[in-house]
């Protein structure tokens, strides 16, 4: 049964700040729900949708009013990202319960330990000297970012295209450049079939790099590259391979572990163990994609069953449905997930 709901707003700035330049805010909200909306005089007005969506509108609303008491200017993007995280459920796309083929254990976590709820507004990431502002997409993705903030070591497991390393790399830079911590760590395995770092040319920056460039892909897309490069030549911003880490102690500083499905156990112990005093670590990986050898365990998994209940440990699952990539990437994670369940 379709329905409608009227929104009367009491002023014109705060009309203007709510539907956005053109009324760009109000089409992005009408793509998201389906209906028609209509902006008349100092009421907004939606038409043609069920009662869920007519909840979700004026959630929305609720937001972008309060958004606008507060000064600030609501762009598309916003919307868009907030729309994501109304819409995006406890279940994939395929049907997939969050958790499953990866950690028997992660259905007995808490709410509160998922970071399910997490507000949206408050998962909002700026960045000294950035392009701009960057908005979760998903529930998902607001409750991995409150979890960054809240946990001294945070892992984020999904498929390509969910933002994990994305996201890990903004709130990274945005500690680094707001001086709360001195310095951001790269650090990732190196797993390549027949060949390995010592055979490769050039100096140690130079043979990692290429391993690591997902991460430089992030960061040139947040900040001008003017600020990577002053990053590094203060030595701000460190790569280091996994395998250097050992006996060193990391403190005051974010460390990121990218790839880190391709860590073994032992590796992974000895990357926990390495987090000093004031220091915040990021973890992530795709659990679908393992290159260690067959009989190898991935240290991500592992540290997945064994750390579940470890008190400052945050694990965050994104699922097909927190995709943002490109809306193709849904549909080529669906069909290997098919191909592999009639095989």
Avoid at 46 to 73: P, Q
Avoid at 111 to 121: H, I, L
Avoid at 142 to 161: L, N
Avoid at 181 to 192: A, N, S
């Amino acid at each position: 049964m379709e329905d409608g709901i009227t929104i009367v707003l009491d002023s014109g700035d705060l009309l203007s700040g709510v539907c956005g330049a053109n009324d760009g805010n109000l089409k992005v909200i009408e793509g998201s729900l389906g209906g028609r909306i209509a902006a008349r005089g100092n009421e907004i007005r939606l038409e043609g949708v069920d009662e869920a969506g007519v909840r979700r509108f004026k959630t929305m609303m609720d937001n972008l009013i309060a958004v606008v008491r507060e000064g600030e200017n609501p762009s598309p993007e916003y919307v868009r990202a907030l729309a994501g995280t109304l819409v995006s459920g406890g279940r994939d796309d395929d049907g997939i319960p969050p958790g499953e083929n990866l950690s028997s254990g992660e259905t007995s976590f808490s709410q509160a330990a998922r970071g399910e709820g997490a507000p949206f507004q408050d998962a909002v990431i700026q960045i000294p000297h950035g392009f701009r502002r960057i908005y979760p997409r998903s529930k998902n993705q607001a409750a991995y970012i409150q979890g960054m903030r809240s946990c001294d070591i945070s892992f984020c497991v999904g498929p390509a295209g969910t933002g994990k390393t994305y996201l890990a790399v903004a709130e990274a830079l945005r500690l680094v450049l707001s001086k709360k911590l001195r310095k951001l760590v790269l650090t990732r395995p190196v797993v390549e079939a027949g060949e390995s770092l010592g055979f490769l040319p050039g100096d140690l920056a130079q043979k990692i790099n290429p391993y690591l460039r997902p991460l430089y892909d992030a960061m040139e897309s947040l900040i001008p590259f003017e600020v990577i490069r002053r990053m590094e030549e203060s030595r701000v911003i460190e790569i280091a391979p996994l395998a250097y880490m050992r006996g060193r102690s990391l403190n005051d500083c974010v460390v990121i572990l990218d790839e880190a499905q391709n860590t073994t156990k032992e590796q992974m112990k000895m990357f926990l163990t390495r987090i000093g005093e004031g220091a915040r670590a990021v973890v992530t990986g795709d659990a679908t994609q393992i290159d260690l050898p067959k009989r190898v365990d991935s240290g991500l998994l592992h540290a997945i069953d064994i750390l579940g209940g470890v008190e400052g440990i945050y694990f965050s699952f994104l699922h097909t449905a927190d995709v943002v990539r490109n809306p193709l990437i849904k549909k080529i994670i669906q069909a290997y997930h098919d191909s592999e369940k009639k095989s």
